[in-house]
């Protein structure tokens, strides 16, 4: 394929679902060889929707474009945010580490921690092979988390923040909104992650149901009501008053659940995800509010 030809979006999700399906890295490192992750899914952005320009306007001015990411990796051929597409996908949790997450109270379930850490392996592969492979395929490409300089920093109004957010181009890209957690919550539910690339391929850009409400799918902002999230959490980092206290999750990921799972299982990472689990969010969005949307 040369660039003047153009790639469809099952040409995309191919790449992606052939690579979920071989590599040996989407592994729970566990006897029987389970996969780390449920059959991904995906979506596009527009590289020029203005959503986010506004993201980097509340976050803060470290937050990069879809266009600032592609210019850090192609200083030389740097292209308009208009010539550029962002495509997310996400990563679901399998049902068997859902299962064992929800008998989880106070500290991560193996299969878990194995997820965040075995598992996240895989999705920084996912992410280099999705960009090379198009690139190869005449479209050059890029993972910007997966560059030198993605890094966290200081957002005046949001706490720590990475200057690519994942989670954001997912939202901008219809994948899903915002929950009491902080989480986002997709059609496949919260318990998932996420990964991301920039790519010039004038791929079509998908419906966002949501528009631009990036609460509509949390029970608590659309209905005042659940709130279980925040029950789930032995940290009290979650109140229906604040939301999401940043530090105080934080400190329990690294005083708590991330020496447990070291010393324990052997893995390393920031695993926890507690909140992500035996929720009306954990695998699905809530069905009331679909009706909305
Ligand atoms: S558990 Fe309830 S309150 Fe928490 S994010 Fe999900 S829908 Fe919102
Ligand atoms: S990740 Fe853990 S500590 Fe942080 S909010 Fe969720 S349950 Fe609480």
């Known amino acids: 394929m040369n660039s003047s030809e153009q790639l469809s979006l099952e040409q995309v999700e ?23 992750w449920a059959l991904p899914r995906m979506a596009i952005a527009k590289g020029d929707d203005p959503l986010f320009s506004r993201m980097k306007e509340l976050i803060g001015p470290f937050l990069w474009t879809p266009e600032e990411a592609y210019a850090l990796a192609y200083p030389d051929a740097p292209l308009p945010s208009s010539e550029l597409r962002v495509i997310s996908y996400v990563l679901p949790q399998t049902q ?51 560059l030198p300089g993605f890094d966290y920093r200081q957002s005046e109004r949001f706490g720590l923040a990475s200057n690519w957010s994942e989670r954001h181009a997912a939202f901008i890209a219809g994948l899903g909104t915002f929950g009491l957690s902080d989480g986002l919550i997709t059609r496949w539910g919260k318990a998932v992650r996420f990964g991301s690339v920039v790519t010039p391929a004038r791929l079509s850009v998908t419906e966002r149901p949501y528009a631009e409400d990036h609460q509509a799918w949390c029970l608590w902002y ?5 709130g279980v999230c925040a029950r789930r959490c032995p940290a009290d980092a979650i109140s229906t008053g604040e939301g999401h206290d940043k530090k105080a999750c934080f400190q329990y990921i690294r005083d708590v659940t991330t020496p447990y799972t070291t010393s324990t299982f052997g893995t390393g990472a920031t695993p926890c995800g507690l909140c992500q689990v035996k929720i009306p969010c954990e695998a699905q969005v809530p069905p009331v509010l679909l009706s909305k949307s």
């Open 222 to 226: 659309a209905k005042g009501t659940c």
């Open 96 to 146: 068997a580490t859902r299962g064992d997450q929800r008998e989880a109270t106070d500290l991560p379930s193996e299969r878990w921690a194995r997820s965040r850490f075995h598992g996240e392996e895989f999705n920084c592969e996912l992410r280099l092979h999705l960009a090379d492979a198009l690139t190869e395929a005449g479209f050059p490409s890029v993972a910007p988390e997966r």
């Open 14 to 36: 191919k790449i992606i679902h052939d690579f979920w399906n071989t590599a040996p890295s989407n592994s729970l490192h566990l006897e029987g060889g389970e996969k780390a």
